[in-house]
Nanobody, 116 residues
C-alpha cells in the first residue's frame, strides 16, 4: 500500500510563498508520473503541475512562472514551490502518483489559504 503524505499548507498573504511537500512511502522511481492537483470549494479538482520520472514537467497556465514542481529522490519527496500567491490559489492541494501498473495514489490533501 502506497502512502502519500502532504504538508506545508497554511495561511499566507497575497504575494507570499509556500512550499508543499509530498512524502511517498516508497521510492519515487517506482512511479511513472507524479503531480499536484488542487480543488477549490465548488470546483472540480484540477491538475496544476506534473512531473514525469525522466524529468519532464508541465503546468497549467494559471500557475506557470509562479509554481515549480520538483523532487528529492533521496527523501522520496515531491515538492511544489508556490510564489506570488494569489487569492484564487486558495484550495485544498493534493499529491498524486501513478505507478508503472497504472495504479493511482492520492494524499489526504493540505489546505492553502491566500488572504489578506
Amino acid at each position: 500500500q502506497v502512502q502519500l503524505v502532504e504538508s506545508g499548507g497554511g495561511l499566507v498573504q497575497p504575494g507570499g510563498s509556500l512550499r508543499l511537500s509530498c512524502a511517498a512511502s516508497r521510492s519515487i522511481f517506482s512511479f511513472y508520473r507524479m503531480g499536484w492537483y488542487r480543488q477549490a470549494p465548488g470546483k472540480q479538482r484540477e491538475l496544476i503541475a506534473g512531473f514525469t520520472i525522466g524529468g519532464t514537467t508541465d503546468y497549467v497556465d494559471s500557475v506557470k512562472g509562479r509554481f515549480t514542481i520538483s523532487t528529492d529522490s533521496t527523501k522520496n519527496t515531491l515538492y511544489l514551490q508556490m510564489n506570488s500567491l494569489k487569492i484564487e490559489d486558495t484550495a485544498n492541494y493534493y499529491c498524486n502518483a501513478i505507478d508503472q501498473l497504472n495504479g493511482h495514489y492520492w494524499g489526504q490533501g493540505t489546505q492553502v489559504t491566500v488572504s489578506s
